[in-house]
């Protein structure tokens, strides 16, 4: 993580739930190798981190995203984490 951008964005890609799955859903996401890149349809977008599917093990993003914060917390330093979307 560069720890001179002030803001971060990490996404995590939940697997499909079962009514989903039911109903004929299928992934639409694909993530690129070794990259924090995501790609739908011809759009590809790039964040810090990218987690599930295929990238990153989704347990890394407290280690990742949310402990360095706690600890500049304990240094002085102010900071927000914000969590959006279904789950
Ligand atoms: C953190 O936020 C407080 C309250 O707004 C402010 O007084 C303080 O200066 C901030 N600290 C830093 C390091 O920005």
Not at 15 to 38: F, K, N, R, W, Y
Not at 41 to 56: I, N
Request: hydrophobic share 45%; charged share 10%.
């Amino acid at each position: 993580m560069n720890s001179l951008e002030c803001v971060w964005v990490a996404v995590n890609i939940r697997l499909l739930i079962t009514s989903e799955l039911l109903v004929g859903c299928t992934d639409c996401i694909s993530v690129l190798p070794a990259e924090p890149q995501v790609q739908i349809g011809t759009h590809t977008f790039t964040y810090d981190y990218v987690y599930g599917s295929s990238a990153l093990s989704s347990s890394s993003v407290y280690n990742d995203c949310v402990a360095p914060l706690v600890d500049a917390l304990f240094h002085g330093y102010n900071a927000t984490v914000l969590a959006y979307g279904q789950f």
